[in-house]
C-alpha cells in the first residue's frame, strides 16, 4: 500500500439473521422487512420461519445458554430471550405471524403502477430487422397509451410485452413509417446525379432560405463562408485543387430546398428531389466519426435536423449523440478550450451549446438518455457580442453586410430548458428513482424546483422573446422564429412535467370508473389541467407564428413535432370527458393543430395533409371509444365535420 494513502477503516456489513422462506428457496439476500424487497418487487407473499433455523454445532454451543421453556402467562419473555441473541426490535416484528404485522411499507401494486408509469414501447422493422426502443417520455409511447386506454385493456401491457414485433396503436395510426430510416438505398448518392446541375441562381436561393428558417434556432454556420464555398463549385478545376467542405454545402442546399415555399405541386416535388439529392451527396461518413472537427460536428447537426424535418427522431437522436461526443472530444465543454475573448472561441460556444440542447430535446421526444452530464460541463455561456460581421443573426435573415450585435438570449435560455430537462428525466421518468417515488412529498418537491426553473428562465428573456405575451410588437423576423421555438421548447416541458398525472388515468383508473370517482384522480386534476393548458399553449404559439407573425415557419417541418405531441395530449385527455363542452374545447384545440399542419407545405415523408389525416382518424378513434353519449356523438360532429 502507498504510504500516502490513508487508511480507511473497512465498512461494517449489515447482518440480516433471518431470511424469508422465498428469498431462503430463491438464494438470493433477504432484507429482513416485512414484506422484504425481492418479494415485494416480485409481487409475491412473504413469509417469515416462526422459530429460528438451529445449526448442528452452534447449537450445541448455544445449548447450554438456552431460556427456559414459556410458560403461557410470560409474554414479555420471548422479546428479551430474542434480543439477548442480538436479535433486536425490528426483528421481533419480523418473526410474528402475519396478523400480528403492521402495514406493509410499500404496497406491490403501487409499485407495479410506479413502473408501469415509466414504461415504454418497443417497436421493430420486419424488413430490416430494425429494432428501437421509445421511453416514456417521446409521445410514440402516449400514443400507444391512448390505443391502450381506448381498448380498456390491463394497466401492465407495456410491461408484460417488452419485446413485442410490432405496437398495435402504431400500426392503426401509420406512425411506424416516421420511426424508421427512408431504406439503405437513400443512404447512397442518386443514379442520376451526373445528369442533374442546379443553377447557380437557385444555390442563392436554397442558401438564403436556409438562413432565413434554420438559422435563427440554430446559428452554428456563416452565411457568407457558405456562400463562398458555393461560388466555388462553380470555378474551373485546377490541378492540385480539392474542394473543402462541400458536405456542408450540400446539406445548406438540401435544407434550403426542404424550406422554400412551394406554390404548386410540380415545385414541390422538384424542391423535393432536390433536397433528397444533395442529402445523399454528403453521406459519407468515413472520416466524421473517426476524426472529429467543428466542420465535422456541425455537419452532424444539419443532418440532424434534416432528420427533424423528415420527422425521424431517430435517425436525428442517433446523429446528435455523436455530434455530443465528438464536441467531448474536441474538449468544447471545458473552459480551457472554448473560454476567452474573440469570434473563434465565441464560435465554440455557441456550437457546443447548440449541440447541447438540441441533444437534450431530442433525447426527450424520444424518451432515451442524454449523452451529456452536466458535471462535466464548465464552459461558460456565449454573450452578445457588439462587433461588424455577417455572422450576425440579424445579417443571416436580412443579407446586410454590417450588423450591430450577436444576441444570444435565445441560445442561454435553451440552455436553461435543456439543463431542466436532464432534472424532469431523472425524477419524473426515470426507472432508477422509482422506489423515492413513493414519498409524493419528493415528487411535489421537485415538481415546484421545476416550475421554479421555468419561472427563471421567464423572468430573464428580453422582451423580444416574450412568446407569453399575445400583444407583444412585432419585431423582426429572426427574432419571431426564436420567440416562437423558445416558447414551443418551454410549454413542452412544462406539459412533460405534469405528463404523468396524465397517464396515470390509465394506469390507476379500473375498468369503468368514472374520473370523479377516484380520489387518487381528483387529487391529481391540478397536474392534468396544467398539462392541457400548456398543450394548447403550443398550438397556440405555432397557429400565430405559422399565420401571422412568421409565415415562413410553414415550411420549418420541425414545428410540426411540437403540434403532433400537443395534439396527441389533448386527445389522449378527452377519452373521459367531464362535460361536452369540455369536449368541444379540446376538439376546438385540436381543430387549430390540424389546420398548423394543413398549412405546412413539407411534414415528413408524406406530403399535402398526411400528417394531418393522421391527427384527424386518431381523433375519431378517441371520440367513438371515449365515454361520451352516442347521442352526443352526433353533436360533436356538427360542430366539427372533419370528424366525419
Known sequence: MDGSE??????????????????????????????????????????????????????????????????????????????????????????????DRGPARYSPEEYRQQLELRAGIAVSNRQTGSFQFYGPSSHFCLIQRIYQRMKRQSHGRLLDAPKATDATGMGESGLERFMFAAGSAALRPLGSSVDSFLSK????????????????????LDQGIITQLWDQLWDAPAPGREMKSKDLVYMTLALGARTMAREDTNRAQMLDNWADHFWAQSNDYSM????????????????AMYAFHGMRPNDAYLFLGHAARSVLALGLNRSQVANGPGAITHKLRVTFWSVYYYERLCAFFTGRPSGFLDIHIDVSLPEDTTHSSRTTLLDATRGDTDGPSTECAFLRAMVGIGQLIEKVSSELFSL?????????????TAILECDASLQKIQRTLPPYLHFFTRDRPRSELWRE???????????????????????????????????????????????????????????????????????????????????????????????????????????????????????????????EKALSMDIMKCAKDALLLSTIEKSLEEEMTDNFPWLK
Open 432 to 444: 432508477a428513482n422509482v422506489q423515492t417515488l413513493y414519498s409524493q412529498r419528493k415528487v411535489d
Open 288 to 303: 466524421l466519426f473517426l476524426e472529429p472537427s467543428l466542420k465535422g460536428i456541425h455537419l452532424l447537426l444539419l443532418k
Open 481 to 607: 422564429i426564436q420567440c416562437a421555438h423558445l416558447g414551443l421548447a418551454f410549454h413542452l416541458i412544462k406539459m412533460m412535467i405534469r405528463r404523468p398525472a396524465l397517464v396515470h388515468c390509465t394506469v390507476a383508473q379500473a375498468q369503468g370508473q368514472s374520473l370523479a370517482e377516484s380520489q387518487t384522480l381528483e387529487d391529481l386534476q391540478p397536474s392534468i389541467d396544467l398539462s392541457i393548458q400548456s398543450a394548447k399553449e403550443i398550438i397556440d404559439i405555432a397557429h400565430s407564428a405559422i399565420m401571422d407573425r412568421a409565415t415562413c415557419m410553414r415550411n420549418d417541418v420541425s414545428v410540426a413535432n411540437y403540434i403532433v405531441s400537443a395534439c396527441v395530449t389533448l386527445l389522449y385527455h378527452v377519452l373521459d370527458p367531464l362535460t361536452v363542452e369540455h369536449a368541444k374545447n379540446i376538439f376546438s384545440s385540436v381543430e387549430r393543430g390540424i389546420h398548423c399542419l394543413d398549412q405546412m407545405e413539407h411534414h415528413g415523408p408524406m406530403t
Open 201 to 220: 441562381d437557385m444555390g442563392y436561393q436554397f442558401i438564403a432560405a436556409y438562413f432565413t428558417v434554420i438559422h435563427p434556432h440554430m446559428p452554428v
Open 6 to 99: 490513508p487508511y480507511r477503516e473497512p465498512r461494517k456489513r449489515t447482518r440480516i439473521v433471518q431470511a424469508c422462506e422465498q428469498c431462503r428457496a430463491r438464494k438470493v439476500k433477504c432484507n429482513g422487512e416485512h414484506p422484504c424487497l425481492a418479494c415485494w418487487q416480485h409481487n409475491q407473499s412473504c413469509r417469515y420461519q416462526e422459530a429460528p433455523r438451529t445449526r448442528g454445532r452452534s447449537s450445541k454451543r448455544l445449548k447450554p445458554k438456552a431460556p427456559t421453556p414459556l410458560s403461557p402467562g410470560n409474554p414479555t419473555s420471548t422479546s428479551s430471550s430474542l434480543r439477548g441473541n442480538g436479535i433486536g426490535d425490528r426483528k421481533v416484528a419480523s418473526t410474528c405471524t402475519s396478523s
